[in-house]
């Protein structure tokens, strides 16, 4: 037997729907064989099967049990994808129900299977096609500005995008007018004398009537398989196809009239590459166009999941930044210290904390100071300080500030150099001269914009000269901007009338020699205060590198803890744009199975869902970022803390937001892809 021109070939197709335990069988062993350029007509009572059999010729759906061979080859081993691919090829659909997508243009309509076939020129190709079945002037109509008679029409145009062999339509005319009907038989008509294959599945006997063989298919099994060619004659042609029905010889071994101009020659070389095309960038923009489709087609749903992410972001943003300033903060402050600074502190350790309360709290005098500078030759420097609050007057303003009485190799040790004028020297700390350092926030709040260098105050009555300004230690150094400097000298008798010394630092040679230095300092200590060995220290010792070790540590254990607290909200608008993703699939189930019918590959439906996702979500992280941005400069400037907004903290919120879309995108998308185009189709 001649088996050159056969399309297609079923062998004893079965195909049962579980209903329950039972099985219900639909196709009950069907065999059938379909040559190129033939048109079948398959016609049967409703639920007699026949969408299900187009379905499985379509590659939508697999039999149960028996052989499909589709251009010479078993089409059972084929993946979903190859499938898809196949169809992208080889096949066009046209359903009764026209299944078009919504919100879309004619053009964007007709196109939209060339971007899974990754065929060229797809815009010029749509024109000609929309211009062929009369609707040049509704190109960029979308379906709901079109009549039943047009989207069909468009639809039509889209079943032909790419060529196909064959066509599969699955009652083409059943929503439409009889004028209509006509309209879209003639141009399968026309279409099938062009060579093209045409499979139609109707169940009115008159459109039946067009086709050149006709199939009844009765409980699941071929009732009559009838020539049409006589009757065909006795068909008036539809306005598009005047006159010239074919003549065609009978079927089915009839050879098609005119092969398609792609029609391979052999049989091996007839079956297409089904490895799927590369994404293309017309591909990627029409998925990020259709996101934007259905995000505006939903614009409150898409609003609200932008704003869980949106408040995510910025959250993580603003808590990063007030985490980070006040970390930089306690760092500048430690940072001033110095960090080979030992500190010793009159007081027992008893009454840590209660710095200053009577009792057993132990004076520190000049005399110690002198003494402890001797302590060990790892000592490269040694101030003493006093302080205590005065007021300080110039003309008719006045503040209280903290004075600070120091020697005056403090300007060297903790890096305060005037910006105007000078620090005190050692002569006018021996003479106690009235000189005064002062810090910005007195001079804004004495002087306004006036130069105080040279200028007279009063400082609890006694008049001082003030000879130098110190520059700001920046924001966050809370009152270490408020203070002035005297001599330590003139501190103790003139101003605060004491002989004993708050504190001092000692300045070590390197880390290394803290330790050694702490514990010269410790015996000499015990030595100068008579302790005996039973009695605790009545001074304390602090490491400054230690502490700000500890406290640094604190600080960055609070910002990652404020960050973690973000990241949480940032998780809770991943799920809400995951429940938004799972409403969307839901709801454009149908899309999901056209587009699959059309050629759509699992991966490309992933994708556009993944990139919807993606898209709400970065949308979400971009506006969170400016409101992150702004919320925390408001908070520094109404409550005055350091906030720090660090390009990686702006990098990694974003980085966060676009991996929210993607990890929570994905099971939404996953079970997009996965669907069965068959029962996507089928989705009321
Ligand atoms: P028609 O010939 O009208 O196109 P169909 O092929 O659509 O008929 O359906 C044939 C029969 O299969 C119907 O009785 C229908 O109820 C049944 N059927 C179709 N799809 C399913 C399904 N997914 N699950 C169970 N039964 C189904
Ligand atoms: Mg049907």
Request: proline share 6%.
């Amino acid at each position: 037997m001649n088996e050159t021109g056969v399309l297609i070939q079923l062998d004893n197709i079965r195909r049962a729907y579980k209903m329950g335990a039972a099985d219900l069988e639909i196709l009950k062993g069907l065999s059938l064989t379909i040559r190129q350029g033939e048109f079948v007509a398959i016609m049967g009572p409703s639920g007699s099967g026949k969408s299900t059999l187009m379905q499985i010729l379509g590659l939508l759906d697999k039999p149960t049990s028996g052989t499909y061979t589709l251009m010479g080859r078993d089409v059972a081993g084929l993946s979903e994808d190859e499938c898809a691919i196949l169809r992208s090829k080889t096949i066009g659909f046209i359903f009764q129900m026209f299944n078009l997508l919504p919100r879309t243009t004619s053009l964007d309509n007709v196109v939209l299977p060339m971007l899974y076939s990754g065929l060229p020129n797809r815009l010029e190709r749509g024109k000609e096609l929309l211009r062929e079945v009369g609707m040049e002037n509704r190109m960029l109509h979308k379906p709901n500005q079109l009549s039943g008679g047009q989207q069909q029409r468009v639809a039509v145009a889209r079943a032909l995008v790419n060529r196909p062999q064959i066509i599969f339509a699955d009652e083409p005319t059943g929503n439409l007018a009889t004028a209509q009907s006509e309209e879209i038989l003639a141009r399968l008509q026309a279409l099938n004398r062009s060579g093209i294959t045409i499979i139609m599945v109707t169940h009115e006997p008159d459109i039946a009537a067009h086709a050149r063989r006709i199939l009844h298919i009765k409980d699941g099994r071929i009732l009559s398989d009838v020539d049409n060619a006589a009757v065909a004659q006795n068909i008036p042609a539809g306005p598009a196809a005047p006159g010239a029905l074919p003549m065609a010889s009978p079927a089915p071994t009839a050879a098609s009239p005119t092969p398609p101009p792609h029609a391979p020659e052999s049989k091996s070389s007839m079956f297409p590459n089904v490895r799927p095309p590369k994404i293309s960038v017309s591909e990627f923009s029409e998925y990020i166009a259709s996101a934007l489709r259905a995000m505006s087609a939903n614009r409150v749903r898409s609003a609200l999941s932008v704003l869980g992410i949106l408040i995510g972001v910025s959250s993580v943003i603003a808590m990063l930044a007030i985490g980070n300033g006040a970390q930089k903060a306690i760092e500048a402050r430690l940072q001033s210290l110095g960090s080979n600074v030992v500190m010793l502190f009159g007081g027992a350790p008893s009454s840590r904390g209660v710095r200053g309360a009577a009792g057993n709290y132990s004076r520190l005098t000049l005399e110690d100071a002198k003494a402890v500078r001797m302590a060990s030759p790892d000592i490269v420097e040694l101030y003493p300080e006093a302080e205590g609050d005065v007021e300080i007057v110039y003309q008719d303003k006045n503040k209280v500030s903290e004075m600070q009485g120091v020697t005056p190799n403090y300007a060297s040790i903790r890096n305060a150099h005037p910006d105007y004028g000078r620090f005190f020297t050692e002569a006018e700390n021996e003479n106690e001269a009235r000189v005064i350092v002062i810090c910005p926030n007195v001079v804004k709040k004495l002087f306004g914009d006036e130069n105080p260098v040279g200028k007279t105050l009063k400082i609890n009555r006694v008049d001082f000269r003030v000879i130098g300004t110190l520059p700001s230690k920046g924001a966050g150094s809370g009152d270490q901007d408020d203070m002035v400097f005297t001599p330590i000298h003139t501190a103790m008798k003139r101003v605060l009338g004491t002989v004993y010394l708050h504190e001092m630092a000692i300045e070590c040679a390197n880390p290394q020699s803290i330790p050694a230095v702490m514990a010269a300092i410790e015996t000499l200590m015990r030595h100068r205060h008579r302790l005996p060995p039973y009695k605790e220290n009545d001074f304390r010792l602090r490491n400054n590198a230690e502490v700000q070790s500890t406290l640094s540590g604190t600080t960055k254990t609070f910002s990652s803890l404020l960050g973690f607290v973000a990241a949480i909200s940032l998780l809770v608008g991943g799920v809400g744009i995951m429940n938004i993703m799972l409403v969307s699939v839901n709801e454009r189930t149908r899309e999901i199975g056209l587009r699959k019918s059309i050629g759509a590959t699992r991966r490309a439906i992933l994708l556009q869902f993944l990139i919807e996702s993606v898209l709400l979500s970065v949308l979400g992280g971009l506006l969170g970022i400016s409101l992150g941005i702004g919320v925390a400069n408001l908070v520094s400037r109404f409550a005055g803390w350091l906030v720090l907004i660090t390009y990686p903290s702006i990098a990694l919120s974003f980085a966060f937001s676009v991996s929210v879309g993607v990890v929570f995108g994905y099971w939404p998308a996953r079970k997009a892809s996965r669907l069965s185009p068959m029962e996507a189709l089928r989705y009321e």
